[in-house]
Every structure is written in C-alpha cells, then in structure tokens.
C-alpha cells in the first residue's frame, strides 16, 4: 500500500509504540494511586511527559493539559472560555475554514447567546489579519484561527493575528493539530493562549491530544470528576496514550528540519509532476505558506470519490474534500471557501505525505493517477463536450 493520507491520521512511530507498552503491561497503575510503586511509576510517567511536550512547545509544565483527542481540545478552549466569562462576553471569531470542531463548537455556543463571526479567506485560504482587527468588538472573547489547515494545507499568520487580538483584550486560540511535526511549534513566538494539539497527527497513539492554556487564562473546567489535570479535566489518565505522545513529539521534533525538507521536496515534486502531467488541473492552496506533505488538487469534469476508489484498487490510500468525511452530498467548506464552484470542488483530491514516504512511492503514483483521470474524464458528458468544442 502507498499511504498518502497522513493529514487524516498517521503510523504510529515504533519509538512510541516502544514507551508505551510498559504503560499497558506491567505498569499499569492509576496515575492517581501514590502508595504503590505501579502508581508511582504511572505518576512519575506523566509527569516526564507532560515536562516534554511543554518543553517541544515553548510551555511550562502546568500549561500542558492532555484530553482525549484533538477535537476535545477545540472544544474545551471554545465553550471553556465562553463558559467563564459568563455572559460578560458573547462574541468569537473564528474563519471559514476550520476545522468541524471549531466550527461545531461555535454553531454550538450560537445556540447558547453566542455571537460568532465567521471570516471569509482568499482563494489560497488566507485569513487576512485587517480582517480579524475590523471585526474585532469589546466583547469579543474569543478569536480561533488554526495555524494549518488541515485540507489545503494553508499556514495562517498566526501570530501577527495574536497581536492585533491582544491589543483588543481577546483572548487567541489556535488549532496547531496539523502544524505539529511538520513545522516549528512555539507558543511564546505565535502568541496564543490556547492551542489544540492531537497525538495521531504526528505519528503518536489515537485518542489522545493537549490543550495548552497559558497560566493566567480564566477557562471552565471541561470534565467534571476528580482532580486529574489540575481539576480541569477529570478522568483517570490515559497514561500510555499521553507517554506516546510525548515521545512522538520528540521523535518528530529531533528530525524536523531535515523530515520536512524531504516531505517538502516530494511534496513539490508531486505538485510538479501532477500539474504537468494531468490538464484542467488546479492546485487548492498556496505554494509558499503550505504544509510541508500537503497536496490538494481539483480536476475538472469528474468526481473526487471515484478517484479515491480507482486508487484503491491500486493500492494508494488518500483523500478527497468532499462528502465522505461529513456523509453528506456536499463538497469540502474549505474548498467552497476558497472560491470553488461546487463541480470542481467535488472533484478534489488529497494527497498528504509522511517522513517515510519514498521517490519512488510519489513516482509510482504519478504513473498511476493521470490516467485514472483520463479514464473516469472519458466517462463524463461535461469532458466530451469541452473536447469537441476544442477540436472545432
Ligand atoms: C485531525 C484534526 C482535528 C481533530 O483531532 P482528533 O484528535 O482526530 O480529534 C482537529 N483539528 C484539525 C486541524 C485536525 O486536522
């Protein structure tokens, strides 16, 4: 199989998998449990990991808090920060393209007296700082801008967005879920004061992710129980999840420079080689300020699922931005936000990279892909007419 999904999830790195199955075998004791060694060692686990992860991201210990995925994170720093300002402040901004967590969670608070604005992006996906500035109100909470998205690959300014927001007393969240390991992560360069992570992205376990909440931030407690992450976030800990995820992220971090490098030039040289090899071909996002293993491409005149199936039947696993995700007939709102028309937006695919992926892996599928396009275009009345009308 060539995997080319990774934007959706990620292998588990063996160097994870290695720390974590103490923590599923012998060591099993409740992280909570101080008069045994099991517990003990437990404790003493999570404590390194949390050390860890606060140290890859430019946090302090107490700023890390683990949750059991991603979209808990998104969740939590929303309705969180709503919930404690307690009506005093009902406003969010957020854009266009975020994540269903994001955007789920703002419908969410909507219902509850909540205000959110919705920003519009340029055709690369952009989110234009003057934009945030001039929405900006007195009881504005809240801004959420993600740092990368998670389709087109588009990397915001995040931290030019953080000042403007601070210099009107918001507070800024980002969704960095799909920055993390693929570029540099820092919480005091970008600013925020909140930021969503999740393990799976970067080659840690699934179901398991962190919230970073800088220490002064006033948010609601998210899972009322006992006193696991400082009261914050009940449950007992997820103790072999949260080590994996902190020795993928230091597994990602150590090689980074040089991991996004090669995913950077196998992600040019699949751009490179798509566009030229395959007409009525566009790439959705920005050559510049773009993850480094995301491609996202619409071709004209066919379906992005049928591609996705004739690639399966070849071995390649990837992705397309339209109904599968949601179960519903409607193409990607990251692509319809950019711009595109419903019909081109449907025939969309994503193909995301890993640090293992190989040359010959890229070269293989751009061997494969044009003509499973030719094929299913050959199938299609629209692609008839456009040839007929050019060879007129
Ligand atoms: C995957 C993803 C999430 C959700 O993370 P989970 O751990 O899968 O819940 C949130 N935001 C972005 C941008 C993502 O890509």
Redo the contacts with the bound molecule.
Sequence with gaps: MIYMDN?ATTALHAKALEAMLPFLTEHYGNASSKFYKTGRDAEQALYAARQSVANQIGAKPNEVYFTG????A?NWAIKGIISAFDGRKKHIITSEIE?H??LNSCAYMEKHGCEVTYLPVDEYGRVNPVDVEKSLRDDTAIVSI?L???EIGTIEPIADIAEIVHSHGALMHT?A??AMGHMAVDVRELGVDLM?M????FHGP?GV?ALYIKNGVRIDNFIHGGGQERGKRAATENVAGIVGMAKALETANEKLAENCAHMRRLRDKLIDGVLERIPYTRLNGTRKERLCNNANFSFKYIEGESILMMLDMKGVAASSGSACASGSLDPSHVLLAIGLPHEIAHGSLRLSLSADTTDAEVDEVLEILPPIVERLREMSPLYEEVKRKENK
């Design positions: 934007n995925s991603g979209c808990e998104d994540h967590a994001i993600m990368a998205n998670n969704d879920v799909q969503s999740s393990a799976h992205k699934k992710g």
